[in-house]
Nanobody, 121 residues
Framework: QVQLVESGGGLVQAGGSLRLSCAASGSTFRINAMGWFRQVPGKQRELVAFVTYGGGIRYADPVKGRFTISREPSKNTVYLQMNSLKSEDTAVYYC???????????????WGQGTQVTVSS
């Protein structure tokens, strides 16, 4: 099993920034990609961004140019730097990890507990 522990959510004003962190532990040999999803009540969980261990990165269109995903391999940690936040970015953000086999989408088998991000307008 792979355990994911997130941190960094909170309340921020529109236009502000937050950085989320997610540390993986356990059977990390099972994963070659990590990413972030978000979910608001009544809607499906949606992919925000992901990074592969080979260096590939993809972003969802609504966050392109504002969010940056990065990875610190020595710490098995992935970060999501969120700038120019908007009220529509308000959601619970989930760290996700798993095996990436190619393509434009990613959804791994392992999930964090979620962290709330609230952007006030």
């Amino acid at each position: 099993q792979v355990q994911l522990v997130e941190s960094g959510g909170g309340l921020v004003q529109a236009g502000g920034s937050l950085r989320l962190s997610c540390a993986a532990s356990g059977s990390t040999f099972r994963i070659n990609a990590m990413g972030w999803f978000r979910q608001v009540p009544g809607k499906q969980r949606e992919l925000v961004a992901f990074v592969t261990y080979g260096g590939g990165i993809r972003y969802a269109d609504p966050v392109k140019g504002r969010f940056t995903i990065s990875r610190e391999p020595s710490k098995n940690t992935v970060y999501l730097q969120m700038n120019s936040l908007k009220s529509e970015d308000t959601a619970v953000y989930y760290c996700n990890a798993g095996y990436y086999s190619g393509g434009v989408a990613f959804k791994g088998d392992y999930w964090g507990q979620g962290t709330q991000v609230t952007v006030s307008s």
